[in-house]
């Protein structure tokens, strides 16, 4: 047999549930929370549920219809950014950039 020395370039992905109360799941919490990236998420998570208090009520417009009541941060992939989309439209990719 040929003997050939390579080398194979690995990276970890993680991936956390978030309850219906907007907290990581604690499995996943015990799970990563040794990860270099968790700090982030979590940072990011809390970043979300403070921007979705109920008290901002009126301060954010849906992405897709422009409503302003009900409405609720996401994380956009394909623009790598947050938009607010309202109950109507939380299955729809949003048309703008935000």
């Not at 009126?58 to 009541?69: K, L």
């Not at 996401?74 to 949003?94: A, G, M, N, Y």
Request: hydrophobic share 30%; with cysteine.
């Amino acid at each position: 047999m040929n003997k050939k020395k390579g080398r194979i370039n690995r990276s970890r992905m993680i991936t956390v549930k978030v309850n219906d109360n907007g907290k990581l799941n604690s499995k996943d919490i015990r799970r990563h929370e040794k990860h270099p990236m968790f700090p982030y998420i979590n940072r990011f998570n809390n970043m979300l549920n403070k921007l979705s208090d109920s008290s901002r009520e009126g301060e954010y417009r849906c992405a897709v219809c422009g409503a302003d009541h009900g409405v609720s941060p996401h994380f956009d992939p394909k623009t790598q950014s947050i938009v607010w989309l309202c109950r109507d439209h939380l299955t729809e990719s949003p048309k703008v950039d935000a």
